[in-house]
């Protein structure tokens, strides 16, 4: 696609709950990110994928993060079992190979709002 | 682990009124620098960027940043704002990894 798309756009949970949340990537871009933005806060590293590999999870906060990614496609991060520190904007980033790979293309975010 | 701080954390400007914001990063090597931009409603997208060569450079709508190699400083300027400028300014540095490291962001509120 053109841009960056990520869903859902607004999530409303109870804590205990699961949640996923997809980022589509721009279309051949070989790296994703994914950054979480507490309110008032900045943006913190979770994980970064080059392809379908997670060369760097070291932002995962806890074991109930994960994250997989389809070829160099979809990425889907599950929260287990949510907490009320999990409620946030969840930020995904994509960028290509080459003189292009240090800008990063945002989608819009998926605000996570856990009870 | 690197860092980067953003010292002003809320700007409140009227119209025409200079603006600098301030970034300071941590890493001691070669290091790419951006500022990104995230007006309401929409999502962060690219300011300016520095890579090498000359430490000013020149970024959309107006804006540059100047990057100081012995302050780790990579300050953003604007001579006018605009009410449209209001927005959250993020500065981010990336060095001897693939993760660009974001600052806490800065609010800017320009008042007509």
């Known amino acids: 696609g053109a841009g960056v798309s990520q869903s859902p756009s607004n999530k409303v949970t109870e804590k205990g709950k699961d949640v996923e949340l997809r980022c589509d990537p721009i279309s051949g871009h070989t790296a994703l990110y994914w950054y979480r933005q507490r309110l008032g806060q900045g943006l913190e590293f979770l994980i970064y994928?080059?392809?379908?590999?997670?060369?760097?999870k070291s932002g995962l906060p806890s074991d109930r993060f994960s994250a997989e990614r389809t070829g160099e496609s979809v990425s889907t991060l599950t929260i287990q079992r949510t907490q009320q520190e999990d409620s946030a904007v969840y930020l995904c980033?994509?960028?290509?190979?080459?003189?292009?790979?240090?800008?990063?293309?945002f989608g819009a975010g998926s605000r996570l709002t856990v009870l | 682990a690197q860092s980067v701080s953003q010292h002003n954390h809320h700007v409140i400007l009227s119209e025409a009124a200079s603006l600098e914001l301030g970034c300071n990063y941590s890493?001691?090597?070669?290091?790419?620098l951006f500022w990104y931009v995230q007006y309401p409603g929409q999502h962060l997208q690219l300011l300016l960027k520095y890579f090498s060569g000359d430490p000013l450079v020149k970024g959309i709508k107006g804006f540059e940043a100047e990057f100081i190699k012995s302050k780790f400083s990579f300050n953003l300027r604007k001579p006018s704002v605009q009410w449209s400028d209001t927005a959250e300014y993020f500065c981010a540095s990336r060095g001897g990894s693939y993760i660009p490291t974001f600052g806490r962001g800065t609010s800017l509120i320009v008042h007509p």
């Open positions: 994928f080059q392809g379908n590999s997670a060369p760097d």
């Open positions: 890493y001691g090597g070669t290091v790419n």
């Open positions: 980033a994509s960028s290509p190979q080459g003189a292009g790979a240090n800008v990063l293309t």
